[in-house]
């Protein structure tokens, strides 16, 4: 009988200290680049982009948080993850709430407009139209506030991952991921057939404006 699957603690108690942050360490590694590519390909969507790209970036950072604790004894937890990660989450929820509601309301007086203008034969359907370039800075300004918080999401990570590489002295290379916008600092990028990959970069130093973003670019 197979002997049953071990956690990765589990499985690096069993190695010496040393084998045990690298261990870790790579374990970390792959987690971080599933969670930016995933957070990428939803800033992609975000702006209209059909991506094909599975993963759930929030679910993917709630087990990074959880497998983080079980290795805080090893200084792999950074705790401030968890109180950004949260932020960014809850200010998404409420710009999609808010300008939910927003068009939601705006498309009702449109159709009751319409509705009593059918009615009464008075153009009240000229008030509710001249209610559509509202709708249009609503979805605007939700496209424009979740692309910035999807931005600085992904740039924390990419962030996290370059530390943990300088630290374990980790091959950035062998640490390559999806990439779908390309105005990160710190990475580095290649197509390989019809698909961007990056990697991380330790040349440059970080800047966490995305509007002055130039991704170091390999070709």
Excluded: C
């Amino acid at each position: 009988m197979a002997d049953a699957i071990k956690d990765s603690v589990e499985v690096a108690l069993e190695l010496d200290e040393r084998e045990v942050y690298s261990h870790i360490a790579h374990e970390s590694a792959e987690d971080m680049i599933r969670i930016i590519s995933s957070i990428d390909a939803e800033r992609a969507r975000n702006k209209g982009e059909v991506i094909y790209y599975e993963d759930d970036w929030d679910d993917l950072i709630r087990q990074r948080i959880q497998k983080g604790k079980r290795h805080t004894a090893f200084d792999f937890y950074n705790p401030m993850l968890l109180d950004i990660w949260e932020k960014k989450v809850y200010e998404a929820k409420r710009i999609k709430k808010i300008v939910g509601i927003a068009r939601g309301v705006i498309g009702a007086i449109i159709v009751l407009t319409g509705i009593a203008t059918a009615i009464t034969g008075v153009p009240w359907i000229v008030l509710g139209l001249a209610y559509i370039p509202l709708m249009l800075y609503a979805r605007s300004y939700r496209r424009e506030k979740l692309d910035l918080i999807y931005y600085e999401l992904s740039q924390f990570f990419i962030d996290e991952m370059r530390e943990l590489l300088d630290k374990h002295g980790l091959d950035p290379y062998r640490y390559g991921f999806k990439i779908f916008n390309y105005d990160y600092f710190g990475i580095l990028t290649r197509k390989i057939g019809g698909q961007r990959y990056a990697v991380i970069s330790r040349r440059q130093p970080l800047n966490t404006s995305p509007s002055n973003n130039n991704a170091e670019s390999g070709g």
